[in-house]
T-cell receptor, first 113, second 114 residues
Framework: DTAVSQTPKYLVTQMGNDKSIKCEQNLGHDTMYWYKQDSKKFLKIMFSYNNKELIINETVPNRFSPKSPDKAHLNLHINSLELGDSAVYFC????????????FGPGTRLTVT | AQSVTQLGSHVSVSEGALVLLRCNYSSSVPPYLFWYVQYPNQGLQLLLKYTSAATLVKGINGFEAEFKKSETSFHLTKPSAHMSDAAEYFCAVMRGGATNKLIFGTGTLLAVQP
């Protein structure tokens, strides 16, 4: 049983396209996150949702829009893709208050050509 | 503002040798500290965490880390390296509270030589 899953694992697309990445967790956690890992392996948080409410929104271009239909899912939609959006995007989840551990998905490697 | 610094982007050890990966943190409040491991083309896996309980924290796969407030350090160690330990290791700090935002270091790539 995969705790945090992401689809697709690989995504190759052209500049200007719109794409979505999906994330699901079956851990019963209240909080979910999106992180971006760049080509130098640097990880930076983008968004966080707690019980479907946005609680962290870092300085991310508004072409990126997260959506949480329920607390087990957090999707990331990206409009008008740019070359600089090429990265690995990780979804994570945590129980929220108390344990603080974040459990990460396998990542989605996005390549914009 | 909180931050972590990982000294050494690449560390190479021989199989069976001591592993020491360095992490220093900056935080104005008592931090929560974590070490994560990332194997090639995989997600991050939690190795261990410090959340203001015991200063010596034991994790999975034989790793441990010691929180030293006076040195603002949280170095990761393992007495004897195994080939399977070759991976990227990330130290991270969190303030906690409502946001639970993890701030990562730049990572250390551990190579294990036979």
């Amino acid at each position: 049983d995969t705790a945090v899953s992401q689809t697709p694992k690989y995504l190759v697309t052209q500049m200007g396209n719109d794409k979505s990445i999906k994330c699901e967790q079956n851990l019963g956690h209240d909080t979910m996150y999106w992180y971006k890992q760049d080509s130098k392996k640097f990880l930076k948080i983008m968004f966080s949702y707690n019980n479907k409410e946005l609680i962290i929104n870092e300085t991310v271009p508004n072409r990126f829009s997260p959506k949480s239909p329920d607390k087990a899912h957090l999707n990331l939609h990206i409009n008008s893709l740019e070359l600089g959006d090429s990265a690995v995007y990780f979804c994570a989840s945590s129980q929220g208050s108390g344990s603080y551990e974040q459990y990460f998905g396998p990542g989605t490697r996005l390549t914009v050509t | 503002a909180q931050s972590v610094t990982q000294l050494g982007s690449h560390v190479s050890v021989s199989e069976g040798a001591l592993v020491l990966l360095r992490c220093n943190y900056s935080s104005s409040v008592p931090p929560y500290l974590f070490w994560y491991v990332q194997y090639p083309n995989q997600g991050l896996q939690l190795l261990l965490k410090y959340t203001s309980a015991a200063t010596l924290v034991k994790g999975i796969n034989g790793f441990e880390a010691e929180f030293k407030k006076s040195e603002t350090s949280f170095h990761l160690t393992k007495p004897s390296a195994h080939m399977s330990d070759a991976a990227e290791y990330f130290c991270a700090v969190m303030r906690g509270g409502a946001t639970n935002k993890l701030i990562f270091g730049t990572g250390t790539l551990l190579a294990v030589q036979p």
